[in-house]
């Protein structure tokens, strides 16, 4: 699935400056994709100051934490878009880069932050209880105490005993 992802982005990438090519020439293609990395990383300069600087106002509890962490993982993911080569993940990290795209995507990214959150606290506590069983034999059954009381495991697909993953 992933090598298909990779595929799409290479096919949408070399469209997209082909397309600039065949419209503007190879000339303004290569400068107007040089000059929006140029762009971008001014940019990228300005707003990571802004949000780190807001990351430690909120550090020092003189803001709610939420917006300052939401801007930074949307900062990240500008960086890594703008890294990539290309016009297209490059016009999307300068997208990210704008404050009111940001603040719209919040949300967003707090919910898919609890998510991923939720999830690697699920399989840490199965590692933890020892429910995680790599390898081995798992043998179905009802456990009978000494003092004759008997607890019987809910019942699941006991051929899947792969860690849940938060998707």
Request: aromatic letters at 6%.
């Amino acid at each position: 699935m992933r090598m298909l992802y990779v595929i799409a982005y290479l096919a949408i990438e070399i469209g997209a400056f082909v397309a600039m090519t065949h419209f503007l020439g190879l000339g303004w293609a290569v400068l107007i994709t040089l000059g929006a990395v140029v762009a971008g990383f001014a940019l990228l300069q300005q707003q990571g100051r802004k949000v780190f600087a807001e990351l430690r106002r909120a550090s020092r509890n003189e803001v709610d934490p939420r917006g300052p962490l939401t801007d930074t993982a949307l900062l990240a993911a500008a960086t890594l878009l703008m890294v990539l080569p290309g016009v297209v993940s490059t016009t999307v990290g300068l997208i990210l880069l704008v404050p009111p795209v940001r603040r719209a995507l919040r949300p967003v990214v707090a919910a898919a932050g609890a998510k991923s959150f939720a999830a690697s606290m699920d399989r840490a506590g199965l590692y933890a209880s020892g429910i995680y069983v790599r390898g081995g034999t798992v043998v179905d059954g009802t456990v009978v105490e000494s003092d004759g009381t008997t607890w019987t495991p809910p019942s699941s697909n006991a051929g899947d005993r792969r860690l849940p993953r938060g998707h």
